[in-house]
């Protein structure tokens, strides 16, 4: 029965801690206030993961160190430099492998699907943070310092999600009223479950065939964010969705008043054309197939509900 840590207690942060302990291993799961899923196998343990000889005495004995916390969005900037420093620091010293949650940030705007051999062009100053994270940690496993992997996704589904479709539109689907949101609504879209996320991360971690490069995340084919409305609608029994897009000049007036809404604007090209994941190597490697759509849309709505 092997040790893994895990910092962050969001949605993939839970959903991997309970996938490893119901399959009979030691989870010890790091955040600020200790919080967490309650599971026997489950030890929530309240700790600065920015503070490196905590985290590495915490991570001692760990077979993997996954990285799945998720500063505010507005505070990237600040937040993620010291953090991302302590866990590769930590995973160095306890000899763990270091596991990462990533996205799509990095690749920037692009034409045509996204592959782990898309070049990292980053727009944006999230991108860029990213881009770095990654190029750290993959400078120290080729140093032969640690061993590592970073999974990417595309936006979130699954209960607890935060994803336009999950913020913005499908609240309000499930009201039977007008959503709104900054997007081309009819523009073919990847979405990624946070079930098949922790799935993927764990068996990159846990495989030599996954260690020292990233993976996509296996995503259901594209949908639009209208069809994806739809789609729940029909399974909620809820009335048909009305949807109205919101016009940057709109979104970019929002970020005067709200720092996420700041934040949102220089990665807007997201949902303004097709944005499509290409998530086969994943699937040919470890065999993992996505959930189907619609047991991911009935877990996302029911935790909606609650």
């Known amino acids: 029965m092997a040790l893994h840590v895990i910092v962050g207690a969001g949605p993939v942060g839970t959903a991997t801690a309970l996938l490893l302990a119901e399959r009979g291993e030691r989870v010890r799961l790091v955040t600020r206030r200790g919080t967490g899923p309650e599971h026997p196998a489950v030890e ?125 539109v499908l609240p309000r689907v499930l009201a039977g009223r007008r959503a709104t949101a900054p997007a081309d609504l009819d523009a073919p879209h990847s979405w990624t479950y946070v079930g098949d996320v922790a799935r993927t991360l764990v068996a990159a971690a846990g495989d030599e065939r996954g260690l020292g490069r990233p993976w996509h995340v296996p995503s259901t084919p594209p949908v639009s964010l209208r069809a994806l409305a739809e789609r729940a609608a029909t399974l909620a029994g809820a009335p048909a969705p009305k949807l109205s897009r919101l016009p940057y000049p709109v979104l970019w007036l929002g970020g005067v008043f709200s720092p996420l809404v700041r934040e949102l604007r220089e990665v807007a090209y997201q949902f303004d054309r097709p944005f499509l994941l290409d998530s086969r190597a994943a699937t040919a490697t470890f065999g993992i197939e996505p959930t189907p759509l619609d047991k991911v849309l009935a877990e996302t709505l029911a935790g909606l509900r609650r």
């Open 44 to 168: 929530r343990v309240a700790a600065d993961a920015t503070d490196a000889d905590r985290l590495g005495t915490l991570a001692e004995g760990a077979e993997v160190l996954y990285n799945c916390a998720n500063p505010p969005y507005h505070r990237w900037s600040t937040d993620w430099p010291p953090l991302a420093a302590a866990l590769l620091a930590a995973a160095e010293r306890a000899g763990a492998v270091l596991a990462t949650v990533g996205n799509l940030y990095g690749y920037g705007p692009v034409e045509g699907p996204m592959t782990e051999a898309t070049p990292l062009r980053p727009s944006s100053v999230k991108g860029q943070i990213r881009v770095r994270m990654w190029t750290d940690a993959l400078e120290a496993h080729r140093a032969g310092r640690v061993r590592v992997t970073e999974v990417r996704g595309s936006d979130y589904l699954g209960a607890g999600a935060q994803s336009v479709a999950v913020m913005l």
